[in-house]
């Protein structure tokens, strides 16, 4: 089953995070078309229609949600999400728009100067909206995991880099280790150790080295 929402692409700015979706070609462009998915989406996050809502000449969202775009459906469950990550800062709005070229893209820019929560809360409401529209049957999202997950973010995110750079230094250190060895010249006794047990067993390589008290 194809994705309902693709996320094509993302800008990050300091204050906003824009993004250009692709609703796939068999799935409706309008809530209208689907009114019961809508309202699961509706019966998910019911906050949505108390946003503001000024593009399309409504005082909220309450009043568009029934017949608008289902890129600003997106737009408004990504907003949500963000506030409830941080519910005492003022950082949810946004804007959606139709690219000139297709009427299957989408271009929803969010306010937001943390990119970590934005990509997130795109992420998160692009698996809502194929979830309402497209794949309902397989389990309702858990709202509060996604926003507890949203939360953590900036912590798994700073633990995956001190582990890369962990990793890093240790690859440098094993890679100077293997240097040093294969500079080194073989001992006397390595080589002799070495030529015995080739006598006695050809398919041993040489360079294992046999302890004096090895039998054979």
Not at 2 to 14: L, N, R
Not at 34 to 55: F, K, S, W
Not at 162 to 172: K, V
Request: contains cysteine.
């Amino acid at each position: 089953m194809s994705e309902f929402i693709h996320i094509k692409e993302v800008t990050i700015e300091p204050k906003s995070i824009t993004a250009v979706i692709e609703v796939a070609d068999n799935m409706p462009l309008n809530t209208s078309e689907d009114i019961q998915a809508t309202a699961r989406v509706y019966n998910l996050l019911p906050q949505i229609t108390e946003h503001a809502c000024m593009g399309e000449g409504k005082e909220t969202f309450r009043d568009a949600m029934g017949s608008t775009s289902v890129a600003h459906l997106f737009e408004h469950v990504a907003v949500e999400l963000m506030s409830q990550t941080e519910p005492e800062e003022d950082i949810t709005c946004g804007r959606t728009w139709e690219d000139e070229d297709d009427d299957h893209t989408f271009h929803v820019q969010l306010a937001c100067s943390n990119d970590l929560l934005g990509c997130g809360a795109l992420s998160s409401a692009a698996w809502i909206l194929h979830w309402a529209f497209a794949d309902f049957e397989s389990g309702e999202p858990n709202i509060e995991a996604i926003v507890a997950g949203l939360v953590a973010l900036p912590d798994v995110y700073e633990m995956q880099k001190e582990s890369a750079s962990q990793d890093a230094e240790s690859d440098e250190v094993a890679a100077e280790d293997e240097e040093v060895e294969s500079t080194s010249e073989p001992s006397e006794e390595d080589t002799v150790e070495g030529e015995e047990l080739e006598l006695l067993n050809p398919e041993v390589p040489s360079a294992i080295h046999i302890e004096d008290d090895f039998e054979l």
